[in-house]
């Protein structure tokens, strides 16, 4: 089975992005994971080893917001 975790980006300006985690939970089949995002870029990983991205219209870095 497939878990699918999302976190979501904005900019004071009102520019939104959006993280997608996918990862297979199965307990009797091999592991994967796959990251995508959108309206955003890797940049860094912050303190706590989570990337951290910037904003690919202005290239301003990205806020971790509530949906």
């Known amino acids: 089975m497939t878990m699918h975790t999302y976190r ?4 004071p300006s009102g520019h939104k992005g959006e ?3 996918s990862e297979n939970d199965h307990p009797y089949s091999k592991y994967w994971e ?3 995002g959108k309206g955003m870029r890797q940049q860094w990983s912050d303190e706590k080893g989570f990337a951290a991205y910037v904003c690919e219209a202005c290239g301003l870095p990205m806020s971790l917001a509530q949906k």
Not at 8 to 11: A, D, G, K, P, T
């Open 8 to 11: 979501y980006f904005m900019r």
């Open 19 to 21: 993280e997608k985690n």
């Open 34 to 36: 796959t990251m995508s």
